[in-house]
């Protein structure tokens, strides 16, 4: 059995690096497919308001900013018609953002180029350890939000 102590510094960078070479790849797959004014911030934005919206202040709580920042990313998403505002059906004071149906078209892009961007590693590890990497990393993942790094 291997030192805790020896392996452990090695972990984060390998994990960091491959997390930063894994957001490169999406973003550099999502523009392939039509969607060269996005970048890797919006698509964290997308993972919170998909499936059913949510409102500035949950977009900010989310994305780890001030409510002030999200309110400009959300402005910036409605203008390049990736996202919209509606009634907030519990909260009649805010408004609930959503997805347009452009704003699920790039979701789509981004599944379909994180797919791509792990293809690799099935032919690196084998189908079955790759399976049991994301079940690995499944069981050790934080639960809390998916958070971009600034």
């Not at 919170?48 to 910036?76: I, M």
């Amino acid at each position: 059995m291997t030192d805790p102590d020896f392996v452990a510094p090695s972990i984060p960078p390998l994990i960091l690096g491959l997390a930063a070479d894994l957001v490169r790849t999406i973003d550099a797959g999502v523009r392939e497919r039509g969607f060269g004014d996005v970048r890797p911030a919006h698509g964290f934005a997308f993972a919170r308001l998909a499936p059913h919206g949510a409102s500035v202040g949950e977009l900010a709580e989310h994305l780890g900013v001030t409510k002030q920042a999200a309110s400009q990313l959300v402005e910036e998403l409605v203008r390049k018609g990736y996202v919209e505002r509606q009634p907030h059906p519990a909260d009649a004071r805010a408004r609930l953002i959503v997805l347009t149906d452009r704003g699920w078209a790039c979701t789509r892009a981004a599944d379909a180029a994180a797919a791509d961007a792990v293809r690799p590693w099935a032919a690196a590890l084998g189908e079955r350890r790759l399976r049991e990497l994301r079940d690995d990393l499944a069981r050790l993942a934080p639960t809390g939000q998916l958070r971009p790094v600034w």
